[in-house]
């Protein structure tokens, strides 16, 4: 039987097409096979396909039929099956036989589909909806088509796995589903792998890829010393640019903190601004009293490139970092139960080509005092700098910087100190490859009375009295450069550069009286200084080819050690001889990213007197295609400091991932933390399974004794996601 085909042109939708080609079909026999057809119309827009075994008119019922092997297509929409019915009286159109209704990636597929063309009202029966915007699968014995793209789906099931044997799934004696919007079930039931695990009253889905209002996945936890833990939450899609989510975690049982709430804000209000608020608060049963932390980051475009940054961090009591270490953001958890303070600092601006403009105001929260009536705060901060420039008609070449501070706290000394420290250089390159320059500079800097309030608790004003200090200052470097590239392929480097720079330079500082000065900072005591400093740069940089063919040049290494002779005071003084050490420490910084997977920090200081280290610290990452990644940090500086760090995330899997990560303090042999963690992947679904055991934190120095802050714990959490549904926050 030949194939009937219709072209039309026409810019409606597909119930105005199978008008349209009812209209030009009347022409025809009451049933009959048909020729292929192709009828253009110039005032309309948009081809329509009309293809079918048979095509036949009842004129008498009003009724259009096409039979066997019907596909109606017009762009993206495509309409497949066995028989589709049309009547011209009612605008009813029902297809039959083994439906599919294509759109833009949404598929559906049933046994029949009854729609009238004019409510775009209708009934499907077991169907089933596929959507390609989050992976979406909805079926239903029997659905009912309530407006454009709004269905109601009775003994309904929703999931974003595989259809034909699902990892999980939802549901529902009734789902109310609208495409790109979200899919409302009573009563749904959490089935994995066929089983019923669990019963909910009611659940609202997002049927769209993009952010979705709604409750996402609780998590769940245990502590060894408070009980079980539940962590819910709320996510509220405000608009495009801002979102909130609210937060009600349960933490412990009847031996627990209680009840922790919290909000998080995140804005993106223009290019240049945007930022996160967040506020979490506990009415804390184990200490008996109202536990609270408030953060805030902010970057704020002005006006003409001027610019506003905040970062603020607020918190009721210093323990809280340890308590609630989860919720510190910026923070990983082991990193935020060690923290000794918190800075919050508002700042802004402009930078210049030749000179920047920065105003802060800063206020810090030692964790290791009870009260804070001597920490000195900076409120406010002004600089202004003029980078070195040339002086118009003069080879010389001129640069300033000048500091206002105000110091400010309850007890203890106060005031305001201006510095100001213009600087005068005249480079010259000798034989075109020495760089030779000299440079002198005078530092004033004046001490102004306190403007505040005389102190609460010793009653004196401590600086009433108008106090400066005059430094000069004289250096003078040379250097030159030395390199050679290298031609030949290796790994992905077609060309690579080898660079070689010392460089000598000499500083004069005289001796200047400052006892009698206030000390706010290491700015208020500038030592005499008699020393030549020498020192060599090595740098490697290379053409690396990139995926895709491109080229790109960058630094793959740096190397710089550097030493200092005194002719005057000695670095430091041998208590037993008397004598003096002249020579400094040697200070050496590594950095290098030779490939795309690695990277190295590391810098030294050698004590050339005791032949040991002084301090050393190395951090280095590395990482693969596959997924796998470690990162280790040492941290060592004599007699104060030795710590270990460890980062590692092994893919033992596609679908299995295992974290580990450890904190130790190597001089007082004490482990901070460990975390464990595996997660389990699949198509539609995801299981992070962590367990913290953090260990007691260190004695720590507070108002003269030594506390210990907290006492063992072990965290064990579990985390699901679904596709397509989400889990809680990023938090953990």
Same mark, same amino acid.
């Given at each position: ?25 009347? &022409? ?51 309409? #497949? ?18 439906? %599919? ?23 499907? !029966?077991?169907?089933?909806? =596929?959507? +390609? ?24 099931? =929703? ?11 939802? !549901? ?25 695990? $669990? ?65 998080? =804000? ?20 184990? #200490? ?58 508002? =700042? ?6 030749? @000179? ?23 409120? /406010? ?23 206002? *501070? +105000? ?46 309030? +005389? ?12 106090? *400066?200090?005059?430094? /000069? ?45 206030? %000390? ?18 090595? *740098? ?20 710089? %050690? ?33 490939? #795309? ?24 990452? $590395? ?8 990162? $280790? ?8 400091? #030795? ?8 893919? &033992? ?78 938090? @953990?």
């Amino acid at each position: 039987m030949p194939t009937v085909e219709f072209v039309l042109m026409t810019k409606y939708g597909l119930s105005l097409y199978l008008a349209l080609v009812l209209c030009y079909l009347l &022409l025809l026999p009451s049933s009959s096979p048909c020729q292929q057809w192709e009828m253009l119309m110039p005032r309309l827009e948009g081809p329509v396909h009309i293809k079918s075994d048979t095509a036949s008119y009842d004129r008498g019922k009003g009724v259009f039929v096409v039979e066997g092997h019907v596909e109606i297509t017009r762009g993206t929409l495509t309409l #497949e099956a066995d028989r589709v019915e049309l009547n011209e009286m009612t605008n009813d159109a029902a297809a039959e036989g083994h439906v %599919v209704l294509r759109e833009g990636g949404d598929v559906l597929k049933c046994d029949r589909l009854e729609l009238n063309l004019q409510t775009q009202m209708g009934s499907i !029966t077991n169907g089933t909806l =596929f959507t +390609r915007e989050g992976n979406f699968y909805i079926t239903g014995k029997r659905a009912e088509k309530l407006g454009e793209r709004t269905y109601r789906v009775y003994d309904a099931s =929703f999931t974003t796995c595989d259809i034909t044997s699902p990892d999980w799934k939802f !549901t529902a004696k009734r789902v109310d589903v609208t495409l790109g919007g979200y899919a409302v079930a009573r009563g749904p039931v959490f089935y994995i792998r066929g089983i019923p695990v $669990l019963y909910i009253p009611g659940g609202i889905f997002p049927v769209r890829g993009e952010r979705q209002t709604g409750f996402l996945i609780p998590k769940f936890g245990n502590s060894s010393k408070f009980g079980p833990e539940v962590f819910t939450a709320f996510y509220w899609a405000i608009a495009k640019n801002m979102d909130a989510t609210f937060y009600l975690d349960r933490l412990g049982d009847g031996r627990g903190r209680g009840w922790n709430e919290g909000i998080e =804000f995140r804005y993106a209000l223009r290019k240049d601004t945007d930022g996160e608020f967040s506020f979490y608060y506990c009415d804390d049963q184990v #200490e008996r009293d109202n536990r609270w932390g408030g953060f805030l980051r902010h970057r704020q475009g002005v006006f003409q490139d001027y610019y506003l940054r905040a970062n603020v961090a607020l918190i009721s009591d210093d323990d809280y970092v340890v308590d609630f270490d989860e919720y510190i953001p910026g923070e990983r958890l082991i990193d935020a139960r060690t923290m000794r303070q918190l800075e919050s600092t508002v =700042f802004g601006g402009r930078n210049w080509s030749r @000179f920047n403009l920065l105003g802060e105001v800063s206020y810090i929260d030692d964790l290791t005092v009870e009260t804070h009536r001597e920490t000195l705060q900076r409120i /406010p901060t002004l600089q202004f700098v003029a980078l070195k420039q040339g002086l118009p008609y003069t080879p010389l070449y001129f640069g300033w910087g000048s500091d206002y *501070t +105000r110091f400010w706290r309850l007890e203890g000394l106060r005031g305001n100190r201006l510095d100001l420290h213009p600087r005068l250089s005249f480079p010259l390159m000798l034989m075109k490859v020495i760089r030779f320059e000299p440079e002198a500079g005078f530092r004033e800097t004046l001490y102004l009375p306190s403007n505040g309030p +005389r102190s609460p608790y010793t009653g004196d004003r401590m600086m009433d009295e108008f106090e *400066t200090r005059e430094i /000069p200052d004289f250096t003078v470097s040379t250097s030159t450069i030395l390199g050679r590239a290298y031609e030949g392929k290796w790994w992905n480097l077609e060309r690579w550069k080898h660079q070689i720079e010392p460089e000598v330079s000499y500083t004069y500082i005289p001796r200047v009286n400052q006892n009698d000065l206030p %000390v706010f900072g290491e700015l208020d005591r500038i030592d005499y200084t008699n020393a030549v400093t020498y020192g060599l740069t090595n *740098t490697v940089s290379g053409k690396i080819r990139e995926d895709g063919g491109r080229y790109t040049y960058r630094e793959l290494l740096r190397f710089t %050690v550097s030493q200092s002779y005194s002719f005057g005071e000695p670095f430091r003084e041998e208590a037993r001889s008397g004598g003096g050490r002249y020579f400094s420490d040697i200070e050496a910084e590594l950095w290098s990213n030779p490939f #795309e997977y690695v990277n190295m920090q590391g810098d030294l200081r050698y004590n050339t007197y005791e032949g040991h280290l002084e301090g050393f610290n190395v951090y280095a990452a $590395l990482s693969d295609k596959r997924g796998d990644a470690l990162g $280790l940090e040492y941290r060592f500086s004599r007699d104060e400091v #030795e710590n270990i760090n460890i980062n590692l995330k092994v893919r &033992l899997q596609e679908w299995l991932d295992l974290f580990y990560r450890n904190s130790y303090n190597i001089l007082e042999k004490r482990r901070f933390a460990s975390v464990y963690g595996l997660e389990f992947r699949a198509k539609c679904w995801e299981i992070q399974l962590f367990v913290e055991d953090k260990n007691r934190t260190p004695l720590t120095v507070r108002d003269g004794e030594l506390t210990r802050l907290q006492e063992d714990e072990i965290k064990f959490m579990i985390q699901v996601t679904l596709t397509g549904i989400g889990a809680v926050g990023q938090r @953990f």
